[in-house]
């Protein structure tokens, strides 16, 4: 049940929790809606919003957004259907390890997670020297 005494839509994929990694402060039932510009990359505006089953995905979500404010994790409640992050569900990552999502409907903000490490300095290189690779080969995040 949600908040408001609904059923909380089921989605086959996961039963959660969920939790979305940023930079932005939010609030206890703010919502999270696409068509905004995304966090990563060019900041084109997002077709979806992102959501994952995993802490660690969600640390790399706040650690790797844009922007100079610390990272936050919040867990999140979707609204509705979401499927596999094309991102990292690919031949590369077969069976979404990372339990990560998207969706086009709305995440509702729970709480903010407060108790979280983030990765060391040297992973945290690793994976932003990566992301500039792909950059510098003109790969870019799947947006359709």
Do not use: C
Request: net charge negative; glycine share 8%; charged share 25%.
């Amino acid at each position: 049940m949600n908040k408001n005494n609904e059923q909380a839509p089921s989605n086959p994929l996961d039963s959660g929790p969920f939790y979305h990694g940023t930079k932005a402060a939010l609030k206890p039932g703010d919502l999270l809606v696409p068509g905004y510009s995304s966090n990563y990359g060019e900041r084109k505006n997002a077709n979806y919003v992102y959501l994952t089953a995993t802490l660690d995905a969600a640390k790399w979500g706040a650690e790797l957004a844009v922007g100079d404010a610390p990272g936050r994790i919040y867990r999140v409640e979707p609204s509705g259907h979401f499927e596999d992050d094309p991102n990292l569900t690919d031949k590369k990552f077969p069976g979404n390890p990372t339990r990560s999502y998207r969706t086009q409907h709305p995440l509702r903000v729970v709480d903010e997670v407060l108790d979280w490490e983030g990765h060391s300095p040297e992973a945290l290189k690793n994976m932003r020297d990566h992301l500039a690779e792909l950059k510098r080969l003109g790969i870019e995040a799947i947006n359709d």
